[in-house]
């Protein structure tokens, strides 16, 4: 228990493998194409080479420096199965011996014919997504899973002490929530003193199989939460008091804050007995000594080098904040800032980058080496004087490089006045907007994309090889959205899509298509489970070259009398989404984009689409973990999503489209981004959200989800007129619209088509009944 922390670490490294190796594995075993053990195969290869990757990279394979975090879904669904933290409805997956194995792990995140899997939400203000754990009052905790002593085996075997990795206990319940069986008002965080027996449990096995650090991860801390400070604080003082006690046969205890500063959690953290405490002091400042004074011989691992965005360190700055660190705290230690699992692998597989912009970047191992000449510099100050200098020169070319700093983009955004950013009176719109599109009650839609088949993979993936022309893939994709076009119709929608075939990803495409960004080819990051994204490059001013979405709209509605929504995704999300520049305000490069999408707005109206949604399903996750921080974001992201919008007519629809968050926290904002219409996220909670709607008062067009499409699972005509005659109870009917949760483009065709069926077939029979007289 008493070895010593190694100076050079991480926080955790991507998992998915350098081509999606992990996604191949995966979803070949859901598809019955592979077996578990060639599944575990797999998965044991991704490890085995992320430690000698990690080892080559400069962190010591045998002092704990390489983080074991692995998961095959989620990090937080690992820890939930580790102890058998799971609700009565999952009750029957345990096998006889009493454990969670790998088909229970996988129905818990996919859900099955009979139920829903488990919720997912974002991850703090990232792109990924964690399962929600779900816990009752009677939650019968145990150790039930336990593929953390067997990394760690199988890692000694090859020659790695790696460090073992667990969500940390008040931030795993702090994420859970209350399962279906508990009372109301049950917080989990009240099961505590329940829970903290098996993680010493577990501790002692560690121990026990020679492990002699553990990382507990407790990002939760850094965000203020619904319960009170003074209640997380005690909490915190609890669970460490019995972790961390010395009597305990117990590895020694690294505790995690990723993704902020950890306030006045910081001191009580520093007083207690763990061995190693990291902070973020990329996002979060320097503490004070005084809010370190507490720690003693426990090392402070400071996260210095940013591992949620992908620009070299300015190596000057990161140092001067060890020499600071070292000047108070008795041991010290270089880390990321969070896990890299937010960043691609790594910079050298984009070759056909240019140059200039990728000698400015830096991926997970190109960060584990910046790590690794940060902690030369500890003790040994002018030891990396050389590095200091390249960095510096870094930034330089940065500042000066062509497109980086655009006159006439800085002077269209600089002349805004507060009328662009305002629509006329919703009354007025509403009755154009009657007028114009002569919808029935309880409207039906979709949110934008159809499932995108591997056929049309497979031509993008032609064209991109160039054995496909332009004009052979344009054919191939007006192909698809002819077949969409007629399916909805079929089905009898009322507001139609064009299915999105053309686009690999609702913001890569705009990126593509936008001068300011560049697009990786290999750049994978995590999203959740086995879908992933890469992210897009946002390194100058962004400008409109030409009409991006115009043609593809155009065609659809040549198609169909019906209404065609034209589909854009919104500048917040279009940021939130890609790696961003760090050297303009957020909220000008916000404005910027949203010019361009103003633009193809006018462009859509022009071309006679009288519906426009503008999607912004990461309006939530770029909101500041603070509550003193958020009303900033929120003036800013609003502002930039109504920029983009203002200038439709009054006949003309704006619908925006929101998901995977709770919505209750920004509601107002969502009534601020002033759209007509608003589908959100709801069937996976079974339409919670709304109450918040009803209790705000919400007076514009609302889609609650009713058709969870996280799953492959088709959900019932019944089922769907039930969460429908729940909606109607909350929200005005006049209100409503029917759609499903978000886009369909992770789904197949055949569940697809079946479940869409039963919604409009539900939407027909309760409209029926608003029709019957009151009896
Ligand atoms: N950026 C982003 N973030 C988001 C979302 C989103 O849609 N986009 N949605 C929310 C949930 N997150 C999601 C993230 C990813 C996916 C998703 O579907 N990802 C796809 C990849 C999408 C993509 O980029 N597709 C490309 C590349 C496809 C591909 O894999 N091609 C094959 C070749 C195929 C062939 O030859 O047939 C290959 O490269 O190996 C394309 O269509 O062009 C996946 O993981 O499978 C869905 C939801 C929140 N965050
Ligand atoms: C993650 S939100 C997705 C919205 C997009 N229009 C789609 O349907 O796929
Ligand atoms: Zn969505």
């Not at 061995?275 to 320097?286: P, Q």
């Not at 332009?470 to 192909?479: C, F, K, N």
């Not at 989800?705 to 959900?715: K, M, N, T």
């Amino acid at each position: 228990m008493s070895s010593t922390f190694p100076t050079a670490t991480i926080v955790g490294y991507p998992r998915i493998g350098p081509r999606r190796e992990l996604k191949k594995a995966v979803e070949s075993y859901w598809a019955g194409r592979t077996s578990a053990a060639e599944l575990e195969t797999a998965a044991a290869e991704l490890r085995a080479s992320s430690y000698a990757r990690l080892t080559k990279l400069g962190l010591e394979a045998g002092n704990y420096s390489i983080p074991a975090s692995f998961s095959l879904y989620d990090q937080v669904l690992d820890t939930a199965v580790t102890f058998g933290a799971v609700s009565d409805r999952f009750k029957d997956l345990y096998d006889a011996d009493g454990s969670l194995g790998l088909d229970a792990y996988f129905t818990l995140a996919r859900g099955d014919s009979e139920r829903q899997p488990l919720e997912m939400t974002k991850w703090f203000d990232t792109n990924y997504h964690y399962l929600v754990p779900e816990i009752g009052p009677d939650t019968a905790f145990s150790l039930a899973n336990d593929w953390i002593l067997r990394d760690v085996r199988e890692a000694a075997e090859a020659g790695y002490t790696v460090r073992p990795t667990l969500i940390g206990p008040v931030t795993f319940l702090l994420l859970s929530k209350a399962a279906d069986e508990a009372p109301a008002g049950f917080n989990p965080l009240s099961r505590l003193d329940d829970l903290l027996p098996l993680y010493l449990e577990l501790l002692g096995k560690l121990a026990e199989a020679g492990v002699e650090w553990v990382q507990l991860e407790e990002p939760a801390l850094v965000a203020d939460q619904a319960v009170p400070e003074s209640e997380v604080a005690a909490a915190v003082e609890r669970a460490y008091a019995v972790l961390a006690a010395e009597a305990q046969n117990r590895p020694a205890i690294l505790v995690t804050s990723q993704y902020g500063s950890l306030g006045s959690l910081l001191p009580v953290l520093a007083g207690t007995a763990i061995d190693a405490l990291h902070i973020d002091v990329f996002k979060g400042s320097v503490p004070a000594a005084s809010e370190l004074a507490r720690l003693g011989e426990t090392t402070l691992v400071a996260g210095v080098v940013d591992g949620h965005n992908i620009w070299k360190a300015d190596l000057g700055v990161a140092a001067q904040k060890l020499t600071l660190l070292e000047g108070t705290v008795k041991n010290l230690a270089v880390s990321t800032s969070t896990s890299l699992q937010h960043v691609p692998l790594d910079v050298e597989d984009e070759q056909q980058l240019d140059a200039q912009l990728r000698s400015w970047l830096a991926f997970a191992d190109q960060k584990v080496v910046e790590v690794v000449t940060l902690a030369r510099a500890i003790g040994n100050p002018g030891a990396i004087d050389a590095d200091i200098a390249a960095a510096a020169e870094v930034l330089a070319s940065r500042a000066g490089a062509p497109g980086v700093n655009r006159a006439e983009v800085r002077a269209r955004t600089s002349a805004l006045s507060p009328s662009d950013f305002t629509r006329g009176d919703y009354a007025v719109r509403l009755a154009a907007q009657e007028e114009a599109l002569k919808l029935p009650a309880l409207p039906t839609t979709t949110i934008g994309s159809f499932p995108q088949t591997s056929e049309v993979r497979s031509a993008r993936a032609r064209a991109n090889r160039g054995d496909l022309t332009a004009e052979q893939y344009r054919q191939l994709m007006q192909d698809e959205i002819r077949r969409v076009i007629d399916l909805q119709e079929e089905l009898g929608f009322d507001v139609l899509v064009h299915g999105e075939p053309e686009r690999n990803d609702m913001v890569q495409y705009f990126a593509e298509n936008l001068d300011g960004f560049d697009v990786t080819v290999h750049g994978w990051v995590q999203s959740y489970g086995s879908r992933c994204t890469r992210p897009s490059i946002l390194w100058g001013d962004v400008s409109r070259p030409e009409p991006i979405t115009v043609p593809w709209t155009q065609f659809a509605q040549s198609l169909t009398d019906k209404p065609v929504k034209g589909m854009l995704t919104g500048p917040v999300t279009i940021l939130a989404w890609s790696f961003v520049r760090d050297d303009l305000p957020l909220g000008e490069t916000a404005n910027q984009v949203a010019l361009a999408l103003r633009d193809e707005v006018t462009d859509l109206e022009a071309a006679g689409i009288r519906v426009i949604q503008v999607d912004e399903p990461a309006l939530r996750e770029l909101l500041p973990l603070r509550r003193e921080d958020q009303a900033e974001y929120l003036e800013w992201s609003v502002n930039s999503f109504k920029l983009s919008t203002a200038s439709a007519a009054p006949a003309t629809q704006v619908h925006t489209h929101l998901c995977y968050s709770e919505f209750g926290a920004i509601i107002d904002a969502i009534d601020g981004l002033d759209a007509d219409v608003t589908s959100i996220e709801a069937a996976r909670s079974r339409m919670e959200v709304v109450h918040d709607l009803e209790a705000h008062g919400f007076r514009r067009g609302v889609g609650p989800g009713v058709y969870d499409i996280h799953s492959p699972r088709v959900p019932g005509q019944d089922e769907v007129a039930e969460l429908l005659e729940k909606a109607v109870q909350h929200v005005p009917a006049r209100q409503l619209w029917v759609n499903p949760d978000c886009g369909l483009k992770t789904r197949g065709y055949t569940e697809t088509e079946e479940s869409l069926r039963n919604l409009v077939n539900a939407t027909v029979s309760v409209r029926s009944q608003l029709e019957a007289p009151v009896s």
